[in-house]
C-alpha cells in the first residue's frame, strides 16, 4: 500500500508525527511511505527509516499537486487539516483519513476558559486517524533520527561540560512561549550544575548575556561562589548549532529544562527527563512531553490563561505574570 502523510509544520508537530509514521511502516504489509512537508522542516525527515520519500511543498501548491499525482497513492493521511491539505486530498481524489485539530475546542478554552477537550496527548490523537486500518500505538515514543554529519562530540565541548551538564532550551517560537532573561538566569542559578544553552540565532544575544553573567568576575568572587556552593558554569550555543546539532546536545545531556517548543518533543523522543516550563499555552492543549518522564512548571492560577493557542510577540495583559510568576521546585541530584 503506497501511503501519503501530510504534516507541513512546524518542527514540533512533525516530532508529534512520527510514531504514526512508524506504526504504519512496521503493522501495514509492504507500506510504503510518503512525506509530504514544508521545505524548511524536510530535513526532520531525512534520516527517518521509515520514509521511502519526501516531497516538498516549496514554490507553489500546484506543483506539489502535480508531483502527488504522478505516484498514485492509495491512501491520505492528513495530520495537518487547512485549506491547501483539503485542496490536495480533492485534487488526488482517493480514500483519506483526517486528524481533527479541535480548534473550536481549543478556542473555547483561549476565549471562555471553558475546557471540553479530552484529556489525551495530540500523539493518541493522532494515531486515531488510522485506527480503522488496524495501526496500534506500539508504545514505544517518539523518533528523532540525527545524521552522521550533525553528531556533536563530546570532547568538543569545553572541558568542564564534558563530565555530564543539563541542557537550558532558551529558545521559543513566540516571546510568550519563553522565560524573560532575568528568569532564565535565576533557573539556571537553581540548577547549579554546568548548562549548555540551547537556541537559535534570535536566542545568541541573550545566551551571550546570561552567559556573561555566570563567568568569574574575579579570584575574590569566585571563592565567594564557591563557599556559597555555587557550580553553575554555562556554555552558550544559540545560534553556534544547526537543529540537528542541538538535538545532538539534548541526547547527551543529563537533563534537560525547556520550554514547549520542537526541542521539548526531541528530548522526549530521546526518553531525557525533561522538566518544561508553560507561559501562555498549557499541558492540556495535549503537547506536554511524550512517554517520558518530565514536570511541568506553570502558573496554574491566572484566569487569562491560556490567552493563545500558539502565542505571542508580547503579553496581551502586559504583566506577563504566566512567566514572570512561576516558580521552580525542583531537585537535581549529583
Same mark, same amino acid.
Given at each position: 500500500m503506497k501511503i501519503l502523510i501530510i504534516r507541513f509544520s512546524s518542527?514540533?508537530?512533525?516530532?508529534? !508525527?512520527?510514531? *504514526?509514521?512508524?506504526?504504519?511502516? !512496521?503493522?501495514? &504489509?509492504?507500506?510504503? *511511505?510518503?512525506?509530504? !512537508?514544508?521545505?524548511?522542516?524536510?530535513?526532520?525527515?531525512?534520516?527517518?527509516?521509515?520514509?521511502?520519500?519526501?516531497?516538498?511543498?516549496?514554490? #507553489?501548491?500546484?506543483?506539489?499537486?502535480?508531483?502527488? $499525482?504522478?505516484?498514485k497513492f492509495?491512501?491520505?493521511? &492528513?495530520?495537518? %487539516?487547512?485549506?491547501?491539505?483539503?485542496?490536495?486530498?480533492?485534487?488526488?481524489?482517493?480514500?483519506?483519513?483526517t486528524f481533527d485539530k479541535l480548534n473550536f475546542q481549543k478556542w473555547l478554552l483561549t476565549a471562555f476558559k471553558i475546557n471540553v477537550l479530552p484529556n489525551q496527548h495530540i500523539v493518541d490523537r493522532y494515531m486515531q486517524s488510522v485506527e480503522s486500518f488496524g495501526v496500534k500505538?506500539?508504545?514505544?515514543?517518539?523518533?528523532?533520527?540525527? /545524521?552522521?554529519?550533525?553528531?556533536?562530540?563530546? &570532547?568538543?565541548? /569545553?572541558?568542564?561540560?564534558?563530565?555530564?551538564?543539563?541542557? *537550558? *532550551?532558551?529558545?521559543?517560537?513566540?516571546?510568550? %512561549?519563553?522565560?524573560?532573561?532575568?528568569?532564565l538566569i535565576e533557573l539556571c542559578d537553581r540548577i547549579n550544575k554546568p548548562v549548555i544553552l540551547l537556541g537559535g540565532k534570535e536566542?545568541?544575544?541573550?545566551?551571550?548575556?546570561?552567559?556573561?553573567?555566570? $563567568?568569574?568576575?574575579?579570584?575574590?568572587?569566585?571563592?565567594?561562589? $564557591?563557599?556559597?556552593?555555587?557550580? #553553575?558554569?554555562?556554555?552558550?550555543?544559540?545560534?553556534?548549532?544547526?537543529?540537528?546539532?542541538?538535538a545532538s546536545l539534548i541526547k547527551q545531556s543529563r537533563w534537560v529544562f525547556t520550554h514547549d517548543t520542537g526541542l521539548m518533543h526531541v528530548a522526549a523522543a530521546f526518553k531525557k527527563e525533561i522538566y518544561s516550563i508553560w507561559g501562555n499555552t498549557i499541558p492540556e492543549f495535549g503537547m506536554y512531553p511524550y512517554r517520558t518522564k518530565f514536570v511541568i512548571f506553570e502558573k496554574k492560577d491566572l484566569k487569562c490563561r491560556p490567552c493563545s493557542k500558539i502565542g505571542f510577540e508580547k503579553c496581551p495583559k502586559g504583566h506577563f505574570k504566566c512567566m514572570n510568576e512561576v516558580k521552580f521546585d525542583f531537585y537535581l541530584p549529583d
Amino acid at each position: 500500500m503506497k501511503i501519503l502523510i501530510i504534516r507541513f509544520s512546524s518542527t514540533g508537530d512533525i516530532v508529534l !508525527t512520527t510514531p *504514526v509514521i512508524r506504526c504504519i511502516k !512496521t503493522q501495514i &504489509d509492504q507500506a510504503e *511511505v510518503h512525506v509530504a !512537508t514544508k521545505k524548511e522542516y524536510a530535513f526532520l525527515m531525512e534520516e527517518n527509516p521509515y520514509i521511502i520519500k519526501t516531497h516538498i511543498l516549496d514554490k #507553489t501548491l500546484k506543483s506539489l499537486i502535480t508531483e502527488l $499525482k504522478k505516484e498514485k497513492f492509495d491512501l491520505v493521511i &492528513d495530520l495537518h %487539516k487547512n485549506l491547501r491539505t483539503a485542496l490536495i486530498k480533492l485534487r488526488l481524489d482517493i480514500r483519506s483519513r483526517t486528524f481533527d485539530k479541535l480548534n473550536f475546542q481549543k478556542w473555547l478554552l483561549t476565549a471562555f476558559k471553558i475546557n471540553v477537550l479530552p484529556n489525551q496527548h495530540i500523539v493518541d490523537r493522532y494515531m486515531q486517524s488510522v485506527e480503522s486500518f488496524g495501526v496500534k500505538m506500539d508504545n514505544l515514543g517518539l523518533d528523532y533520527f540525527i /545524521p552522521d554529519r550533525d553528531h556533536v562530540e563530546i &570532547d568538543w565541548l /569545553p572541558e568542564a561540560f564534558q563530565n555530564g551538564y543539563v541542557a *537550558v *532550551v532558551i529558545g521559543g517560537q513566540f516571546a510568550t %512561549k519563553k522565560l524573560p532573561k532575568d528568569r532564565l538566569i535565576e533557573l539556571c542559578d537553581r540548577i547549579n550544575k554546568p548548562v549548555i544553552l540551547l537556541g537559535g540565532k534570535e536566542e545568541e544575544q541573550m545566551g551571550r548575556e546570561i552567559e556573561e553573567f555566570f $563567568k568569574p568576575k574575579n579570584d575574590q568572587f569566585t571563592e565567594g561562589l $564557591k563557599a556559597l556552593g555555587k557550580q #553553575t558554569i554555562v556554555f552558550n550555543t544559540c545560534g553556534k548549532f544547526n537543529f540537528n546539532q542541538s538535538a545532538s546536545l539534548i541526547k547527551q545531556s543529563r537533563w534537560v529544562f525547556t520550554h514547549d517548543t520542537g526541542l521539548m518533543h526531541v528530548a522526549a523522543a530521546f526518553k531525557k527527563e525533561i522538566y518544561s516550563i508553560w507561559g501562555n499555552t498549557i499541558p492540556e492543549f495535549g503537547m506536554y512531553p511524550y512517554r517520558t518522564k518530565f514536570v511541568i512548571f506553570e502558573k496554574k492560577d491566572l484566569k487569562c490563561r491560556p490567552c493563545s493557542k500558539i502565542g505571542f510577540e508580547k503579553c496581551p495583559k502586559g504583566h506577563f505574570k504566566c512567566m514572570n510568576e512561576v516558580k521552580f521546585d525542583f531537585y537535581l541530584p549529583d
